[in-house]
């Protein structure tokens, strides 16, 4: 109920995730890779890392051993257990290696067992799996505390969350779903419970690339300052919460995904702090320096958003210091106090022409920022991203919104209907006709694997709007004329 302990004083974890990749060299990064990667960790504050989601290289543990990270190490037992390996004897050999390898090392505290691994529904064989890596992790290793990962719809009363000595969830609240504040709703009841392991968030976060940008950001537009904006909200609502254990953002750095096609980038996962080739810090990531880190810092948001439409323009500033003096063009303009690590100076002037140079420093002088914006007449196109939804895929589920009105559902005893599971309406010859009917190009996308767990009706509830009313219906009586 008070979070994570080390050496009996309360150690709050504010970690990231990471994976080990970068843009000209996939996995074979070298030393000089892994030192710039933990010396960004190491910029921005954190103190602790989650090594998702395999075996990470030793001479890169080698160096959080030196640091004094704690890490949470894990296997690559995620998101299905394979038909072929029900028993998860390839899961358990590997957890085996991962703890006989590493049993040593002072920064690991947590062995992860799972990640995921009921996001195409639920298996029994997953749950007797999870079971054993645990059971054989406290063998190996009675002192250290083993931990899981859930995808973000598994039932908070699941008895799957029972298998390990610590619990973690993958929440997207803000941006595959709901709002930034339903995550405080959601810990809130979630924690009520008490009848669970230790409860930790071991991920969450917003996809953010530096090319898209907007004065009035929102969900799902991909921009940095969306990003920046869901970032500064979540960690707001995360020390509400100080039962978490540990709290680990999804990425520390963007990172390759072959099946993804979001934000006008393919094969990339942009949720990342950090740009895949490390030259780009988001304004998210100095958000968690000025939470996280000491060092006197002023950070002018927003740079990057250099053409501005209209006269004026709102200027935010992350910083941990207490009263920032803005200048505009070379004249002393204004002074702010920062509350809660930021300051926002409002309706700050533009020239009509040419380039307006603002400078923010903290009165003391120990540091300051510069940052440069021209006014233009509209919105620059270049800064609008070409696909605003995740989710865009879904949409050649249906071919056109039917007319008809909408009937209410009905599920009638051993009959398919929009409550059964995609992969399990195809197992029928005459439910795959159904889905090939109305799916269309969707059971050809890349990310159809990752959806077919999911039931038609669950689909609707993860994505509002997505999927008119009138077509679940009307698929719905298609699928209750088969019978199981």
Request: charged content about 30%; glycine content about 8%; proline content about 5%.
């Amino acid at each position: 109920e008070k979070g994570f302990f080390l050496n009996g004083r309360s150690h709050p974890l504010r970690g990231v995730s990471r994976h080990q990749d970068r843009a000209g060299r996939g996995w074979a990064l070298t030393e000089k890779d892994e030192r710039e990667d933990l010396a960004l960790i190491g910029e921005m504050g954190a103190n602790a890392i989650r090594l998702a989601h395999y075996q990470h290289s030793r001479s890169f543990m080698d160096r959080c051993d030196r640091e004094g990270y704690v890490v949470w190490a894990e296997i690559p037992y995620i998101s299905r257990t394979s038909r072929e390996d029900k028993k998860g004897t390839n899961a358990l050999e590997q957890l085996e290696e991962l703890i006989r390898q590493n049993y040593n090392r002072p920064s690991i505290c947590f062995w992860g067992l799972q990640n995921e691994i009921t996001i195409g529904g639920k298996k029994e064989w997953a749950a007797a799996v999870t079971k054993k890596l645990h059971r054989r992790a406290k063998e190996l290793d009675p002192v250290r505390l083993t931990a899981q990962s859930q995808v973000g719809h598994y039932p908070d009363g699941g008895s799957l969350n029972r298998v390990a000595d610590c619990l973690g969830y993958n929440k997207y609240f803000g941006w595959y779903y709901g709002e930034v504040s339903h995550m405080d709703t959601w810990l809130g009841e979630f924690l009520a419970r008490k009848k669970h392991p230790p409860l930790g968030i071991t991920e969450y976060g917003a996809e953010g690339l530096a090319a898209w940008h907007s004065d009035r950001p929102r969900k799902e537009d991909y921009t940095e300052e969306y990003q920046a904006r869901y970032h500064e909200q979540i960690l707001g609502i995360f020390a509400k919460h100080p039962a978490l254990w540990g709290t680990f953002v999804w990425n520390m750095f963007d990172f390759a995904s072959p099946l993804r096609d979001e934000g006008g980038v393919k094969g990339m996962n942009n949720k990342g702090l950090v740009s895949y080739d490390r030259t780009v810090k988001k304004d998210a990531f100095f958000w968690y320096k000025a939470n996280w880190n000491d060092a006197p810092l002023v950070h002018i948001t927003g740079k990057r958003f250099f053409h501005r439409k209209g006269r004026t323009m709102d200027l935010t500033v992350y910083t941990n210091q207490s009263l920032l003096v803005l200048e505009v063009n070379g004249r002393e303009r204004t002074s702010r106090e920062a509350t809660e690590k930021k300051v926002t100076f409002e309706k700050v002037p533009l020239k009509r022409r040419g380039i307006t140079s603002v400078q923010v420093r903290a009165v003391d002088g120990i540091c300051a920022d510069r940052a440069a914006f021209v006014r233009v007449r509209r919105t620059d196109p270049a800064y609008v991203c070409p696909e605003k939804d995740p989710f865009h895929f879904l949409k050649n589920w249906f071919e056109g919104e039917p007319e008809e009105e909408v009937t209410p559902l009905r599920f009638p005893e051993g009959r398919l209907s929009v409550r059964d599971k995609i992969r399990v309406i195809l197992k029928y010859p005459r439910g795959e006709e159904v889905i090939r009917k109305y799916a269309g190009p969707l059971l050809d996308h890349p990310m159809f694997s990752m959806v077919k767990g999911f039931s038609p009706e669950k689909l609707t509830e993860l994505r509002p709007g997505v999927v008119p009313d009138a077509f679940l219906s009307r698929l719905n009586e298609e699928l209750t004329g088969i019978e199981k």
